[in-house]
Nanobody, 122 residues
Framework: QVQLVESGGGLVQAGGSLRLSCVVS????????MGWYRQAPGKQRELVAT???????NYADSVKGRFTISRDNAKNTVDLQMNSLKPEDTAVYYC????????????????WGQGTQVTVSS
């Protein structure tokens, strides 16, 4: 069974940095992308950054130049380095594996972590 566990959230002042880490356990045969999403109170969940199976990265315009997503295949982790944090980055951050197959013949599905809170004070 695939499980995603995030860590690294917390409280930081504006301009500071945090590094989020997501450990993916269980067997994944193939996936479309891994990524980070966030949801602020009263708002819809939004994409922050993704990294495709082949390594291509994609970022929301609001975080370009400040956040960096990376993946360690040996450790089965996907990290999000967040620099120059702003109060508007405050949200619950969720790790995601998109269209994952656990075997060659399994039906692709998405997996989500439980979320980690990031709070940026002004």
């Amino acid at each position: 069974q695939v499980q995603l566990v995030e860590s690294g959230g917390g409280l930081v002042q504006a301009g500071g940095s945090l590094r989020l880490s997501c450990v993916v356990s269980g067997s994944i045969f193939r996936f479309n992308a891994m990524g980070w999403y966030r949801q602020a109170p009263g708002k819809q969940r939004e994409l922050v950054a993704t990294i495709k199976f082949g390594g291509t990265t994609n970022y929301a315009d609001s975080v370009k130049g400040r956040f960096t997503i990376s993946r360690d295949n040996a450790k089965n982790t996907v990290d999000l380095q967040m620099n120059s944090l702003k109060p508007e980055d405050t949200a619950v951050y969720y790790c995601n594996v998109d269209q994952a197959k656990t075997t060659l013949f399994s039906t692709p599905r998405d997996y989500w972590g439980q979320g980690t809170q990031v709070t940026v004070s002004s």
